[in-house]
């Protein structure tokens, strides 16, 4: 199997970014989060790792940890500014690309006729000197593969995995190093004394598939180097929404009642894609099958159910003059990717 699969990973990518802009934090122990004790660090660099400190640690836990630690709050503009900045780079070495966060992705380099190793090597350098940020790249012939390697050697660290690599590369990692392996499951594997790649090895197929479904299954052939998921495109959404058709009513309680009943709809739907928006949008038609739309605007991003209703509401009061409809739709726009946006609890 050719090598055609890369996964990029932007090195400690806000704490690299605020190294960049301020070089005074250079070769210090920095961490990128809320400012309170009581917030959580977002990022840190490989100085502060060196203290044991990591992602989604409280802040009081990181300033015990090392007492020199510096602060910095997060900037999320500068940084979608400077991810940009390499994905536009990585645009260039192939059309197929999946982003899977604001730093991080998977290149499909199967048609481009260049040497992979040397694609590889070109990325690492052309980020690098444009951008001033380093990658960490792993290129093998499949995402879980690929993801591997990108981990292997950080910062700045290149590694290639083939199929004559497997599995005896893999019999030493940690289980968590698996896609696919979660808190949940990684506490059951524990529990039966499963800590290794290679302890996993030793279980059936039929175990795993008994014990863990489906994914018993792709975990039994993931470790063995298989791994059938394709690169894909994300192609940005504009919006989202839920729209119905019903009997025709001026009845205030039932049409509040479809509101409050399509806002949880689209609320949910929000939630298991991880967006946000800025825009809410609602849509009347009448019986006489004449629509009209009213939207709203909002600078802070809606999240919650909550939210959405009361907007839906106040938009409805807008535009509803007392005539009997017979379809209502809510749409939101201004999508907002929320794996992007770092939560500090403040």
């Known amino acids: 199997m050719e090598n ?9 990518f806000y704490a ?10 250079k070769n210090h122990p920095v961490v990128v989060g809320g400012l309170s004790d009581s917030s959580i660090v977002t990022t840190a660099n490989y100085e502060a ?18 007492s020199d630690l510096i602060v910095v709050p997060i900037r999320r503009n500068r940084y979608l500014e400077k991810s940009k900045e390499v994905f536009n780079i990585l645009s260039k070495y192939s059309e197929n690309i999946e982003k899977v966060s604001i730093d991080e992705c998977y290149l499909d380099i199967s048609k481009n006729k260049e040497d992979s190793v040397d694609i590889v090597k070109s990325i690492m350098k052309e ?12 290129l093998s012939y499949n995402k879980f593969l690929a993801k591997v ?6 910062p700045q660290g290149m590694k290639i995995i083939s199929i004559e690599d497997i599995p005896n590369i893999l019999l030493d990692l940690d289980i968590t190093k698996v896609h696919g392996i979660g808190r949940k499951s990684e506490k059951r594997f524990r529990n039966i004394g499963i800590n290794t790649v290679e302890d996993l ?3 059936s197929e039929e175990f795993l598939v008994d014990n863990f479904g489906k994914m018993g299954h792709e975990l039994y052939e993931r470790i063995r180097g298989v791994d059938n998921r394709k690169v894909t495109p994300y192609r940005e959404r504009k919006s989202i ?3 119905r058709t019903f009997k025709s009513t001026r009845d205030k309680e ?7 009943r399509f806002s949880r709809e689209l609320s949910k739907d929000l939630k298991n894609k991880n967006l946000g928006f800025n825009t809410l949008t609602i849509k009347i038609k009448d019986s006489d099958f004449e629509s009209r739309t009213r939207s709203k605007t909002l600078k802070q991003t809606i999240i919650s159910y909550e939210d959405i209703y009361r907007l839906s509401l106040e938009l409805f009061s807008e535009v509803y003059k007392n005539e009997s409809l017979r379809l209502i739709g809510i749409t939101a726009s201004n999508l907002v990717d929320l794996n992007m946006i770092q939560l500090s609890f403040i």
């Open 16 to 25: 690299s970014v605020e190294e960049l802009d301020n070089k005074d934090l």
């Open 149 to 154: 390697a990108s981990d292997w050697n950080k």
């Open 127 to 138: 980020v690098k000197e444009k951008t001033g940020l380093s990658v960490s790249v792993g």
């Open 49 to 66: 790792r060196k203290y044991g400190i990591h992602s989604a640690m409280p802040i009081f836990m990181a300033k015990n940890l090392c």
């Open 254 to 260: 039932i049409l509040h009642n479809y509101i409050e």
């Open 4 to 12: 055609n699969i890369i996964h990029v990973d932007i090195d400690a």
């Open 241 to 243: 929404g839920v729209e």
């Open 201 to 203: 090895y030793q279980l």
